[in-house]
């Protein structure tokens, strides 16, 4: 997500200098007319504004901390926006060390996948200083089409942790509806559109409802990556002592699916799980009346 999301950085007019583990990115960038940089170090250096988009938090923590890290070379005053999927407690922590040293760190994890990455439309969930955000906001507004300051520092992990939840939960219940109709020999296809017309309707629905009508699993959002958010929302339920028990069934599902060696699935690949079950594709063309 982080390409795309560095195209509308630098389309938005901004001087743009960049860093990945992967090359190719960083090549592509630097065509368009960023400044490739060779660590996150460099990144610093050439900036005042830092957006982190790292799969795991120990990415973070490396990036950030580790040799060459972004805490070393940042000047004062600057701000670090990290709009990956973290933990909250460690968010505050990161607040907290920075904070030491004159930086900003805003939790500010972002909802609408690769697709509104695409479009430059992204929610983003913020916590941390309003005075920092402020600083920040012309930057993340060239990818985004929404921003929400939740609250201090990790306010916006744990909205993001709220989203994933109701995220995985509506897939689960979008797979079980189309499994259903599909079993009970009347076409997903036109149950799908009728839900789309009430309260079922969600963007759940429609986007990763058709992928389940299609069979097209092709990843806007892994479902391994998703393994990662299930332990951030399964710890932070325990550790306030909030039961969780139709996200927990979910969640063994997509344990199941990795597991098995589908974690490079989309997420909507939930509904094959169900699909062997019941014995059937939502894929398929329905049975005919009277068929078996």
């Given amino acids: 997500m982080g390409r795309p999301m560095a195209r509308h950085i630098l389309d938005a007019g901004f001087k743009l200098t960049v860093a990945s583990r992967s090359r190719g990115p960083v090549d592509e960038l630097a065509a368009a007319g960023a400044r490739a940089a060779a ?20 990415d973070v923590e490396a990036v ?37 040293r004159g930086v900003d760190f805003l939790d500010a994890p972002v909802s609408g996948g690769m697709e509104a990455a695409i479009a430059g439309t992204l929610s983003v969930m913020v916590g941390g200083r309003a005075e920092a955000l402020e600083r920040a906001r012309p930057v993340i507004e060239a990818v985004s089409g929404r921003i929400v300051h939740v609250g201090d520092s990790g306010a916006g992990q744990i909205a993001k942790a709220a989203n994933q939840l109701v995220v995985g939960s509506t897939i689960q219940a979008v797979a079980e509806a189309l499994v259903l109709a599909r079993t009970a020999g009347v076409d997903p ?54 039961p969780t028990p139709a996200f927990d069934a979910v969640a063994e599902g997509f344990v199941r699916l990795v597991e098995r060696g589908d ?30």
């Fill in 39 to 58: 660590s996150p170090a460099e990144v610093a250096r050439e900036s005042d504004v830092v957006i982190l988009m790292v799969p795991d938090p120990p």
């Fill in 263 to 292: 974690g490079e699935l989309d997420y909507s690949a939930l509904v094959m799980l169900l699909e062997e079950q019941a014995g059937v594709r939502v894929a398929e063309s329905p049975r005919a009346e009277g068929t078996t």
């Fill in 189 to 242: 296809v036109r149950v799908r559109e009728a839900l789309l017309g009430g309260y079922a309707a969600s963007r759940i629905l429609e986007v990763h409802g058709q992928r389940m009508i299609d069979a097209n699993f092709k990843p806007g959002a892994r479902a391994q990556l998703y393994q990662k958010d299930l332990g951030i929302i399964q710890g932070l339920a325990r550790s306030l002592g909030v």
């Fill in 64 to 100: 950030t901390f580790g040799p060459d890290g972004l805490a070393e070379a940042l000047a004062p005053g600057s701000v670090i926006v990290d709009m990956s999927t973290g933990d909250p407690i460690l968010a505050r922590e990161w607040a907290a060390r920075l904070a030491e």
